[in-house]
């Protein structure tokens, strides 16, 4: 019963330097989704794909790039990272995003910018 | 936008029920309501789902009135491991098809010994 599963679960990084986040479900969903946390702010979408070979913007795409691999498999790619994206990214998935199917979410991945 | 708003924290004992309430006045037709909960350094998790009246599981219960603008996550005999933070979403119905929840801060419960 894996779920959903990110690698890293921790991370620092030097401002500019580049990284990508990896996301893998194994429960057949449609769906996944990149989401960040800070604190005081909630989760805030960052990408998501309807399905394998669509992806989408969310509230703040600014500055990340996503793959949708296949259809287990999105990965979230910082290309210069800056301070302002120390956070904590949840990779998330559920059957579809037309329906009001749960998400079920990863542990995170904490990165930090230096 | 369907903004949803909660208390920012609540305070309770062991053995107690807890009830959250959040209100979404731009609650659209076909939205349902979904509470998550989510502890310390973990990914939020699926509590409860429901459109309208009650609806009842293992963990929690969920009170939603006719008018559907807020509902009331109903939490029997808490105890310390129900420390967690609750969030109440629901859909954006500006969205068209592609759902996009919106995530508010969640309600902090502290239950104490």
């Known amino acids: 019963n894996a779920g959903v599963t990110q690698t890293p679960k921790f991370q620092v990084l030097k401002t500019g330097q580049s990284m990508t986040l990896q996301c893998a479900q194994d429960?057949?969903?449609?769906?996944m989704y990149w989401y960040r946390q800070d604190p005081g702010m909630g989760l805030r979408l960052i990408y998501y794909?309807?399905?394998?070979?669509?992806?989408d913007k969310g509230e703040v795409p600014n500055g990340y790039n996503v793959s949708r691999l296949n259809k287990r498999e999105f990965s979230l790619r910082l290309e210069s990272a800056a301070p302002s994206q120390t956070s904590v990214y949840f990779c998330?998935?559920?059957?579809?995003?037309?329906?009001?199917?749960?998400?079920?979410f990863g542990d995170g991945t904490r990165l930090s910018i230096l | 936008l369907a903004k949803t708003t909660q208390p920012i924290s609540m305070d309770s004992y062991e053995g107690q029920e807890v009830n959250i309430t959040c209100s979404h006045n731009?609650?659209?037709?076909?939205?349902?309501i979904t509470w998550y909960q989510q502890f310390p350094s973990q990914g939020p998790r699926f509590i409860i789902q429901?459109?309208?009246?009650?609806v009842t599981n293992e963990v929690a219960s969920l009170f939603i009135p006719a008018d559907r603008k807020s509902s009331t996550l109903s939490l029997p005999r808490v105890s310390l491991s129900d420390t967690a933070v609750y969030y109440c979403?629901?859909?954006?119905?500006?969205?068209?098809?592609?759902?996009?929840?919106?995530w508010g801060l969640g309600t902090s419960l502290a239950v104490n010994p």
């Open positions: 429901g459109y309208k009246t009650k």
């Open positions: 979403l629901v859909g954006d119905p500006n969205a068209g098809n592609n759902r996009k929840l919106i």
């Open positions: 794909s309807a399905s394998e070979g669509t992806t």
């Open positions: 731009n609650i659209a037709t076909n939205d349902y």
């Open positions: 429960m057949n969903h449609n769906s």
């Open positions: 998330a998935s559920n059957r579809d995003p037309y329906s009001n199917q749960p998400q079920h």
